[in-house]
């Protein structure tokens, strides 16, 4: 569960000021010094989170600016603000190096939305000379700009769509490609594999690079904006992470699930024993397998991902015709935007992906391909086998994926005798048809009118008809005076216990013998 985040502000409307203070007018140095006074009250209580601590720092630099009157500090006001262009753009890429290989910064600013030549700028004050001042002061009103519509706006307004641009994530299907290519020669010719290593190394290197874009693309897409996060961590962060894997991971499984990727375009099954078999061909586990184990080595719950894509797959109801969308409005009735017909539903193509299913739970749990203990491997089996059973479990699988859910359903719960008898009990109620009305017997009705009208007169009783009842079996004496109005309701068949009864008061759990035949 995530933490609620601590903010350094009482309410919203203390930000809203404050960001009034800095944008409203630009020659306003007052309000500007409102603001960073503002900013050094809340740095001192609570830690400032990355954007307000890079304003407090450019507006610094800036009220400097204005307020220095002869030339002997130019090269404090050249350093001031630098350090805070050099601390704005590390504070937003360094936390966002999620992969297991360094990104250019470039690439992450650019899907950021920041300006590149604020990254080059950060580069030049780092590792070469200084630049100008005139240079340094368009760069600090290009970062206040950038912060305004990046962090103030989506904070005061975070119902409303962010006008900043980010760039779009870029598609895996060239990059599984490219690694398919390079598999299949190395396994059609073995003699291939010790040329082309370095290539499937990169090839490797450029997955788990589109994953760590995907982390960083997975803010923005979730409603999180920029992804900012405190200066100091807290425990809400690694639930931030865990929360941009798995929209990364779940991009990864749809393509990995594209006809042409796992699923190869030319298998077909001819024979009906083929049609009912979960055999991957060795070609497609040669070329595949290394990757599912170098992913998995790096995200360990990449199977599980990938075991849910596909129970969704098979258990999504089949795709829909225009001719009977036609028949459901009638025959007279013209659609006035035809929709394309869906992708029909391929026998062939479920057979593969439970296929690859039953092989995910069989191999990826391996310690030795993936390097995990043996208690997380089996943890991680038990796991796709209980996310199979759930998803494609009796009444959950689509009826034209009935072969492969059977044989996977089969395939899993062999080897496991309660699961296999349960699996079974459960498909045969589920077999059965449903009882409907006309099968219902005359007695059964009369028993729930009874218990109807019994219910109805419970509901109705008046309270001099329920203290009547209620002491026909009692003693007036073992009635405290004035606690017969407020004696309760009791249905038919059931009376008060009194002292005469051999009842009295006992704690709960001790055993009190009562004459109450």
Same mark, same amino acid.
């Given at each position: 569960?995530?933490?609620?985040?601590?903010?350094?502000?009482?309410?919203?409307?203390?930000?809203?000021?404050?960001?009034?203070?800095?944008?409203?007018?630009?020659?306003?140095?007052?309000?500007?010094?409102?603001?960073?006074?503002?900013?050094?009250?809340?740095?001192?209580?609570?830690?400032?989170?990355?954007?307000?601590?890079?304003?407090?720092?450019?507006?610094?630099?800036?009220?400097?600016?204005?307020?220095?009157?002869?030339?002997?500090?130019?090269?404090?006001?050249?350093?001031?603000?630098?350090?805070?262009?050099?601390?704005?753009?590390?504070?937003?890429?360094?936390?966002?190096?999620?992969?297991?290989?360094?990104?250019?910064?470039?690439?992450?600013?650019?899907?950021?939305?920041?300006?590149?030549?604020?990254?080059?700028?950060?580069?030049?004050?780092?590792?070469?000379?200084?630049?100008?001042?005139?240079?340094?002061?368009?760069?600090?009103?290009?970062?206040?700009?950038?912060?305004?519509?990046?962090?103030?706006?989506?904070?005061?307004?975070?119902?409303?769509?962010?006008?900043? +641009?980010?760039?779009?994530?870029?598609?895996? #299907? =060239? /990059? &599984?490609?490219?690694?398919?290519? *390079?598999?299949? @020669?190395?396994?059609?010719?073995?003699?291939?594999?010790?040329?082309?290593?370095?290539?499937?190394?990169?090839?490797?290197?450029?997955?788990?690079?589109?994953?760590?874009?995907?982390?960083?693309?997975?803010?923005?897409?979730?409603?999180?904006?920029?992804?900012?996060?405190?200066?100091?961590?807290?425990?809400?962060?690694?639930?931030?992470?865990?929360?941009?894997?798995?929209?990364?991971?779940?991009?990864?499984?749809?393509?990995?699930?594209?006809?042409?990727?796992?699923?190869?375009?030319?298998?077909?099954?001819?024979?009906?024993?083929?049609?009912?078999?979960?055999?991957? +061909?060795?070609?497609?586990?040669?070329?595949? #397998? =290394? /990757? &599912?184990?170098?992913?998995?080595? *790096?995200?360990? @719950?990449?199977?599980?991902?990938?075991?849910?894509?596909?129970?969704?797959?098979?258990?999504?109801?089949?795709?829909?015709?225009?001719?009977?969308?036609?028949?459901?409005?009638?025959?007279?009735?013209?659609?006035?935007?035809?929709?394309?017909?869906?992708?029909?539903?391929?026998?062939?193509?479920?057979?593969?992906?439970?296929?690859?299913?039953?092989?995910?739970?069989?191999?990826?749990?391996?310690?030795?391909?993936?390097?995990?203990?043996?208690?997380?491997?089996?943890?991680?089996?038990?796991?796709?086998?209980?996310?199979?059973?759930?998803?494609?479990?009796?009444?959950?699988?689509?009826?034209?994926?009935?072969?492969?859910?059977?044989? &996977?359903?089969?395939?899993?719960?062999?080897?496991?005798?309660?699961?296999?008898?349960?699996?079974?009990?459960?498909?045969?109620?589920?077999?059965?048809?449903?009882?409907?009305?006309?099968?219902?017997?005359?007695?059964?009705?009369?028993?729930?009118?009874?218990?109807?009208?019994?219910?109805?007169?419970?509901?109705?009783?008046?309270?001099?008809?329920?203290?009547?009842?209620?002491?026909?079996?009692?003693?007036?004496?073992?009635?405290?005076?004035?606690?017969?109005?407020?004696?309760?309701?009791?249905?038919?068949?059931?009376?008060?216990?009194?002292?005469?009864?051999?009842?009295?008061?006992?704690?709960?759990?001790?055993?009190?013998?009562?004459?109450?035949?």
């Amino acid at each position: 569960m995530r933490l609620p985040r601590r903010v350094p502000w009482e309410s919203l409307g203390e930000l809203e000021q404050v960001c009034a203070w800095i944008y409203t007018d630009e020659n306003d140095l007052d309000a500007k010094q409102r603001a960073v006074h503002r900013l050094a009250a809340w740095k001192a209580s609570v830690p400032l989170p990355h954007a307000l601590e890079s304003t407090h720092a450019i507006l610094s630099a800036i009220l400097q600016d204005a307020a220095a009157a002869s030339s002997s500090s130019y090269l404090s006001l050249r350093m001031s603000y630098a350090s805070s262009i050099i601390r704005l753009v590390n504070g937003l890429v360094d936390p966002l190096q999620l992969g297991a290989y360094a990104r250019s910064i470039h690439s992450i600013a650019q899907q950021l939305g920041l300006p590149a030549w604020l990254v080059e700028l950060r580069h030049a004050a780092t590792h070469e000379d200084l630049p100008s001042l005139e240079v340094l002061r368009d760069a600090a009103r290009e970062a206040m700009g950038w912060l305004l519509h990046n962090y103030f706006l989506p904070t005061l307004n975070p119902s409303a769509p962010s006008s900043a +641009p980010t760039a779009p994530l870029r598609p895996l #299907s =060239p /990059l &599984l490609k490219e690694y398919k290519t *390079l598999m299949k @020669a190395t396994t059609r010719d073995a003699t291939l594999h010790v040329q082309y290593r370095s290539e499937i190394t990169k090839a490797l290197r450029d997955v788990e690079r589109w994953i760590s874009e995907a982390k960083v693309a997975a803010a923005s897409t979730t409603g999180g904006g920029v992804g900012w996060e405190d200066a100091a961590a807290d425990d809400g962060a690694d639930d931030d992470e865990d929360a941009r894997e798995k929209w990364a991971l779940d991009r990864l499984a749809d393509a990995l699930l594209e006809k042409g990727m796992l699923v190869p375009l030319s298998k077909k099954f001819d024979s009906p024993r083929e049609q009912t078999s979960l055999a991957l +061909p060795r070609s497609s586990i040669a070329i595949w #397998s =290394p /990757l &599912l184990a170098h992913l998995q080595s *790096l995200h360990p @719950a990449l199977p599980l991902h990938l075991v849910a894509a596909i129970t969704a797959h098979l258990s999504r109801p089949p795709a829909r015709t225009s001719a009977s969308r036609e028949a459901d409005f009638g025959a007279e009735t013209v659609l006035l935007e035809p929709a394309a017909d869906e992708p029909k539903a391929d026998p062939t193509y479920d057979l593969c992906l439970a296929s690859w299913a039953k092989w995910l739970a069989d191999n990826c749990a391996s310690s030795a391909s993936t390097g995990v203990s043996a208690e997380e491997a089996t943890e991680l089996k038990e796991s796709i086998v209980v996310r199979i059973i759930s998803a494609l479990g009796p009444g959950c699988a689509r009826p034209g994926a009935s072969n492969a859910t059977d044989a &996977l359903l089969q395939a899993v719960t062999a080897g496991r005798p309660k699961l296999a008898a349960a699996l079974s009990i459960l498909t045969q109620g589920s077999a059965q048809p449903p009882s409907t009305v006309t099968d219902w017997d005359d007695s059964v009705v009369g028993v729930m009118d009874t218990r109807l009208n019994t219910l109805l007169a419970l509901q109705n009783a008046t309270p001099t008809a329920t203290a009547t009842a209620a002491t026909e079996d009692t003693d007036p004496a073992d009635v405290p005076p004035g606690s017969l109005d407020e004696t309760p309701a009791l249905a038919p068949g059931w009376r008060r216990l009194s002292e005469r009864d051999g009842w009295r008061p006992a704690p709960i759990g001790v055993y009190v013998g009562c004459n109450a035949t």
